[in-house]
């Protein structure tokens, strides 16, 4: 009689297979992957021929240094992953988490105007505390996160507010707004810019994809327009290009204020009525119960209550 039941299917295949795909997956290396699971070359070698067979593809494929993942291998990532932790939780129980004896690498995603504010602290933090951990940052933005903490490729967001699914969970560590950011010795001034001061000079635009932002909204509304002498996707870029440009930028006021203060530029209110915004700590479901999950996200709630005044 044909059956549905999952754990009757499973009953023909031997899931070491998927430990030594998990492994391949990370290491992309046959040799590292044997060192690490304590096989043989060859013994690896097989299991990935019976993987190959399992899954009717080559799952991976020569590349310099090692082996690169196939469309499918990708795909699969994710699934076995989360599959194989459940399975050491349900065996084993929750892992605890000692940070003190910890060597936990926290690998985070967020932009680097986020991490300008919370980067130096929240190594201070964690090394203090967890000496022998580590904190791994990748470039992210609202629109990427997701996909980075569903990969696998982070354990934890920090971004502003999104329509965030069901599978991403979230805690608010701030409330943030725009300011302009500008040098005053390439500028020759100080203090705040009117409206008609802020559409005359240069702009230098912050967009991940060099099109537009949220100024050139504002601004359509109410029928103007600014000079766009440059565009680019990274924040900590904009501190070099005012000091070769008499121009102003516009970007999230946390931002502005550590490049005012780290090197001597003028931090003001935009005079146009741009929305503020939330940024929140995220991480995915799936690894809701875990205890370094639990303990890293309170240390972003403490660094984000100790910078921003007025944190939750």
Same mark, same amino acid.
């Given at each position: 009689?044909?059956?549905?039941?999952?754990?009757?299917?499973?009953?023909?295949?031997?899931?070491?297979?998927?430990v030594?795909?998990?492994?391949?997956?990370?290491?992309?290396?046959?040799?590292?992957?044997?060192?690490?699971?304590?096989?043989?070359?060859?013994?690896?070698?097989?299991?990935?021929?019976?993987?190959?067979?399992?899954?009717?593809?080559?799952?991976?494929?020569?590349?310099?240094?090692?082996?690169?993942?196939?469309?499918?291998a990708? =795909?699969?990532?994710?699934?076995? =992953?989360?599959?194989?932790?459940?399975?050491?939780?349900?065996?084993?129980?929750?892992?605890?988490?000692?940070?003190e004896h910890?060597?936990?690498?926290?690998?985070?995603?967020?932009?680097?105007?986020?991490?300008?504010?919370?980067?130096?602290?929240?190594?201070?933090?964690?090394?203090?505390?967890?000496p022998?951990?580590?904190?791994?940052?990748?470039?992210?933005?609202?629109m990427t996160?997701?996909?980075?903490?569903?990969?696998?490729q982070?354990?934890?967001?920090?971004?502003?507010?999104?329509?965030?699914?069901?599978?991403?969970?979230?805690?608010?560590?701030?409330?943030?707004?725009?300011?302009?950011?500008?040098?005053p010795?390439?500028?020759?001034?100080?203090?705040?810019?009117?409206?008609?001061?802020?559409?005359?000079?240069?702009?230098?635009?912050?967009?991940?994809?060099?099109?537009?932002?949220?100024?050139?909204?504002?601004?359509?509304?109410?029928?103007?327009?600014? =000079?766009?002498?440059?565009s680019t996707?990274?924040?900590?870029?904009?501190?070099?290009?005012?000091?070769?440009?008499?121009?102003?930028?516009?970007m999230?006021?946390?931002?502005?204020?550590?490049?005012?203060t780290?090197?001597?530029?003028?931090?003001?209110?935009?005079?146009?009525?741009?929305?503020?915004?939330?940024?929140?700590?995220l991480?995915?479901?799936?690894?809701a119960?875990?205890?370094?999950?639990?303990?890293?996200?309170?240390?972003?709630?403490?660094?984000?209550?100790?910078?921003?005044?007025?944190?939750?």
């Open positions: 009689m044909a059956t549905d039941d999952p754990i009757i299917d499973l009953r023909g295949h031997d899931l070491n297979l998927l030594v795909f998990a492994v391949l997956m990370r290491e992309q290396n046959v040799t590292r992957t044997a060192g690490q699971l304590h096989m043989s070359q060859a013994a690896v070698s097989a299991a990935l021929g019976r993987l190959r067979r399992l899954f009717g593809d080559p799952l991976f494929v020569r590349a310099p240094g090692g082996m690169a993942p196939t469309a499918k990708r =795909r699969l990532q994710v699934p076995v =992953r989360r599959g194989l932790d459940s399975l050491k939780v349900a065996i084993a129980g929750e892992p605890a988490f000692d940070p910890s060597s936990t690498v926290f690998r985070l995603g967020m932009s680097d105007d986020l991490e300008a504010l919370l980067l130096p602290g929240l190594i201070a933090q964690v090394t203090a505390t967890s022998d951990s580590s904190v791994f940052c990748l470039q992210a933005n609202r996160i997701a996909g980075l903490l569903e990969s696998g982070v354990e934890f967001g920090v971004s502003a507010a999104a329509a965030w699914g069901p599978e991403i969970h979230s805690r608010t560590l701030f409330a943030s707004r725009y300011a302009c950011l500008y040098d010795r390439t500028l020759r001034r100080r203090g705040p810019l009117t409206l008609d001061e802020y559409v005359a000079l240069p702009h230098v635009m912050i967009s991940a994809d060099g099109t537009r932002g949220i100024v050139d909204e504002v601004l359509d509304s109410e029928n103007l327009t600014r =000079r766009r002498i440059a996707a990274h924040f900590a870029m904009v501190p070099l290009l005012l000091a070769s440009s008499p121009a102003i930028a516009t999230p006021r946390h931002a502005a204020e550590v490049f005012a780290q090197l001597g530029l003028e931090v003001c209110e935009p005079p146009v009525d741009l929305p503020q915004f939330t940024v929140s700590a991480w995915h479901r799936s690894s119960e875990d205890p370094r999950v639990r303990w890293l996200v309170g240390q972003l709630c403490t660094l984000a209550h100790r910078l921003v005044p007025g944190s939750p």
